[in-house]
């Protein structure tokens, strides 16, 4: 399973977003490759986040990204303060 996350998912979900990469959580072990950030995460973490399909495939929905960004938000890069 992988769904995708972060300024990515804010651009399909139809906000003005200008993403300089890709984030994905996924359940499947991976190699790295340039431009896509993917962390693995559990099935039954995955499983848990609220998700809509948009040309097949899963993206966090708003509120999953708000939970996202608010969880970690004393971690987060200051433009998004």
């Given at each position: 399973m992988?769904?995708?996350?972060?300024?990515?998912?804010l651009?399909?979900?139809g906000f003005?977003?200008?993403?300089?990469d890709?984030?994905?959580?996924?359940?499947?072990?991976?190699e790295s490759?340039?431009?896509?950030d993917?962390?693995?995460?559990?099935?039954?973490?995955l499983?848990?986040?609220?998700?809509i399909?948009?040309n097949?495939t899963?993206?966090?929905?708003?509120?999953?990204?708000y939970t996202?960004?608010a969880s970690?938000?004393a971690?987060?890069?200051?433009?998004?303060?």
């Open positions: 992988e769904i995708i996350v972060g300024s990515t998912a651009k399909l979900l003005d977003s200008n993403p300089q890709m984030d994905i959580w996924t359940d499947v072990h991976f490759k340039g431009g896509i993917r962390v693995f995460m559990p099935t039954e973490i499983s848990s986040v609220p998700t399909e948009i097949n899963l993206v966090a929905t708003l509120d999953a990204l996202i960004k970690h938000m971690w987060a890069n200051p433009k998004w303060a």
